[in-house]
């Protein structure tokens, strides 16, 4: 009897793989399609070196809101605090350039009819590796993913970033998985500068009316299109990518012109395994 149950645990061994790959064809495609790392640019992510000490960081204060589900969207009020704001101006002043486009993800240019700007890579001040660190553990410190080095924008009148996406392809795996939008700074006079997302739909509930601009008949519009209001603290946290590779086009977004004052983001995007 103890032969024979040993014969049954052995013909299993041998034929579940195949008999779950034939089941399940997504899965093996996945497994086997598993990629290594690419080579990528380390100075382009906030990477610590080996021996560096890790910088004291006040806790987690910000409260997430689910806005969607497919792509996931998260609303995060309080991401920064008032400190953190006030650093990021202070040490992104002096490096403001003007922001440029890629058609290729390689040669940059500027175009001011598509992206009228302002962009300053910032250093990784002890406050800003806070941040940085703050973005990874929102996705659980995935050991497959790194944040890239954050930069900040700043937009004054007739600003405006056409609409565009934050991903550019699935490289083999790989690529800029999630995107968080930060407001910095939102002048005293500011009109105008949300940032739209016409492919996604919008919320009925009222409740969202104080981080997103609102119609009369909110309840009853079942429509697409959100523009979210600039609101200096608070951010949004989006995934360009589905579980399959493939990069959502609901992510199609675009920073409105600003008609009066100023206004300052702060951008990190996270490159990892899809």
Known sequence: MFQYVIGLLAIFLVFSNPISDFLYPDRATRINNVSPRPKFNESLLAIDPPNATAPECAPDGYVARILSREPLIVYLENFLNEEERKHLLDISEPIFVPSTITNNGEATHRDSSVRDSHVALIPRTDPVRCIESRARALQGWRPDLWIERVRTQRYGPGGHYNHHFDWSSNTRGWGRVSSLMVWVEGSDSL????????????????????????????????????????????????????????????????????????????????????
């Open 191 to 274: 009109k105008g500068g949300g940032t739209e997302f016409p492919l996604i739909k919008r919320p009925a509930e009222k409740e969202w009316c104080r981080l997103i601009q609102c119609t009369d008949d909110m309840e009853e519009d079942k429509g697409t299109g959100v523009i979210f209001k600039v609101v200096p603290g608070n951010a949004v946290y989006w995934e360009n990518f589905a579980a399959d590779g493939r990069g959502y086009e609901e992510t199609w977004h675009a920073g409105l012109p600003v008609q009066e004052g100023t206004k300052t983001g702060l951008n990190i995007w996270s490159f990892g395994r899809i």
